[in-house]
Structures are given as structure tokens and as C-alpha cells.
């Protein structure tokens, strides 16, 4: 309803929302895995607003890790990125889109603290150097101390590492070496792992502590906790805000709602950014009240007409 009791004032716009129950179970299907649709038909609302639901709390999750999420104790880093697509996959994407930001192959970085299992910092973007800096940047600015770092063989972190931590770091980098690729029906496992290989890059880490292991784990974690991730399936993004906005919601559900069973509580908590298991119903109360329209704008005006 269109209140017009004060032209030329302040006023709101009163739409119809979703109560906090039905929120939490849409966002209890997106944490578990379930896609867009699936979720629309097992909570009975439309796919709009579930987007929207989607992007608001998404948003609040990004911007509220991006605040707490410093001056972390971490002792141990490791750090992978994750493959998925945004529209099409890359032999798919139409001539004339090629090139356009957000089309194609996308990749997740993400930095696990080894001993908490906390998400520390993540990024979504490409496979190139540009990514792999911003990534490692936020990361280091993340931290509190000197910590150990292991990656793997991506060339691309060899400069990143060195601009972010400017020395000031422990840093081995683990190359797996692979036998022949699979074919035929085995073709979606991955080769054989034959060995690997170690290469000190900075500082002396403890090679015994030299591992990818939890970080690969949290890759297989998103995988099964984002339907966007999930290989052979029509549930990827067609737009890379909206994947975006989907790890953003994974990450904070792992890091603040989730126990593990390692370590018996959350990430968060084990690492003091948390005092408490977060709830559902708390990480929607995240999402900022409606703002105040001014009287006046293009949206109100045509608000205002159609009465």
C-alpha cells in the first residue's frame, strides 16, 4: 500500500514478505544441497522470490564474513580452487559471448585453516593471475601472524604469495604427479595419484605438515552442499552474481551453523570469532530492513499512477 499522506515526504512501500519460518526452510534446502526449483517445490514459493531471498542473504553473509573475519589465529593454510561454470561450459558458450566476464569456467578459491577448519577467506572468479592475487591479498590481510601455507602446483600463486605476504611466510607447494587419464566408462574418476612433490618457495615450513588434504575435503563439502557445484546436471549458475551469492551463504553456514565432527563444534567458534552455534533464524536476521524510498522517485511515481 501507497501511503501519499505526506507529498513531498519520506514514505515507505509495504510489500507482502516472507515470514522467518518459511525463510528458514528455503535457506534449510539451499544449505542442504537442493537446487533452485527442487527448493521451490518443497517449500510452495515461487522462484523469484526465492532468487531474491537468495541474492539479499547472500549479500549479508559476504558482507558480515568480510567484517569478522580478521585478525584470525591460524597456524596452518592450505588452499585450492574448486571448477564450476557460469552459463555455459566453455566449448558451449556462443561466439558472440566469448570473452564476456562471468561466461564460462569459473573458479572458487578457498583458504581452510588446517586445525579449526575454517573457511579463513575465499574468492570467485577466473584462473588467472589477476584472481589469484586479490585471493591471496585478502587472504594475508586476514591473518594475525606468520602462518605455514601449502598450495598446489597452480604457477600462479608463485607471484601472489610473494606480493601478498612480501616474504613474511612459510610456503611449500604440493604437485601431485597423475598416471594415465581414465577412459571410457571410468572416465569422470580422476587419474591416479602416482606421487607428489615438494617445493619449498619461502621461509622453512614443516614438510610433515605439507598437505592440500583438508582443503580437497572442503572442496568435495561444496560439492555436496551446493546444487551449483554438482557435476552432470542442469543446476549450474546462468549468472555468476547468483553463484556468487551461493557460496557466500555455503561458506558462513559452514563456518558459523555447522558443528564438525573433528572438532566438535564450529569453525568459527574454534577459531574465537564465534561465542555460539549460529541458528538459521540468525543468519536471515543478516538481511538489512527494507530501506526508505524518498517521495518522488521513477519507481514511486508509477506506483502512485497505477492506483
Known amino acids: ?29 539451499l544449505v542442504e544441497g537442493n537446487s533452485i526449483r527442487a527448493t521451490c517445490r518443497m517449500t510452495g514459493v515461487a522462484k523469484g522470490t526465492v532468487l531474491k531471498l537468495l541474492a539479499d542473504l547472500g549479500r549479508a553473509c559476504a558482507d558480515y564474513m568480510d567484517r569478522t573475519l580478521v585478525n584470525l589465529p591460524c597456524k596452518k593454510i592450505q588452499c585450492d580452487e574448486v ?71 597452480h604457477k600462479a600463486y608463485l607471484y601472489a604469495v610473494g606480493l601478498a605476504f612480501e616474504g613474511a611466510i612459510d610456503y611449500t607447494m604440493l604437485i601431485k ?39 580437497e575435503r572442503s572442496n568435495l563439502t561444496l560439492r555436496m552442499g551446493s546444487r551449483r557445484f554438482t557435476r552432470l546436471t542442469n543446476a549450474f549458475s546462468k549468472k555468476i552474481e547468483n553463484l556468487e551469492y551461493a557460496v557466500a551463504i555455503h561458506f558462513f553456514h559452514y563456518n558459523l551453523c555447522r558443528r564438525h565432527e573433528t572438532i566438535r563444534t564450529t569453525p568459527a567458534m574454534a577459531s574465537g570469532v564465534a561465542n555460539h552455534v549460529w541458528k538459521l533464524d540468525e543468519m536471515i536476521a543478516l538481511i538489512p530492513e527494507p530501506t526508505v524510498a524518498a517521495w518522488g522517485s521513477k519507481r514511486l511515481r508509477q506506483i502512485g499512477s497505477s492506483k
Not at 9 to 26: F, Y
Not at 123 to 148: I, P, Y
Not at 183 to 209: F, N, Q, V
Open 1 to 29: 500500500m501507497l501511503d501519499r499522506s505526506r507529498y513531498g515526504g519520506t514514505i515507505l512501500v509495504s510489500m507482502n514478505q516472507l515470514d522467518t519460518a518459511t525463510r528458514v526452510r528455503i535457506v534449510a534446502c
Open 83 to 153: 571448477w564450476s561454470f557460469c552459463y555455459a561450459k566453455d566449448k558451449n558458450v556462443p561466439s558472440r559471448m566469448n570473452g564476456q566476464p562471468g561466461i564460462g569456467s569459473i573458479w572458487t578459491r578457498t583458504a581452510i585453516d588446517a586445525e579449526t577448519k575454517l573457511i579463513a577467506s575465499f574468492h570467485v572468479g577466473t584462473r588467472d593471475a589477476k584472481c589469484a592475487n586479490h585471493f591471496m591479498c585478502d587472504l594475508a590481510d586476514r591473518l594475525a601472524n606468520r602462518v605455514q601455507l601449502t598450495t598446489d602446483g
Open 177 to 215: 604427479l597423475y598416471g594415465n587419464e581414465p577412459a571410457g566408462e571410468a572416465r569422470y574418476s580422476p587419474a591416479k595419484c602416482t606421487g607428489i612433490k615438494l617445493d619449498i618457495i619461502a621461509g622453512e615450513p614443516d614438510l610433515d605438515h605439507a598437505s592440500t588434504s583438508y582443503v
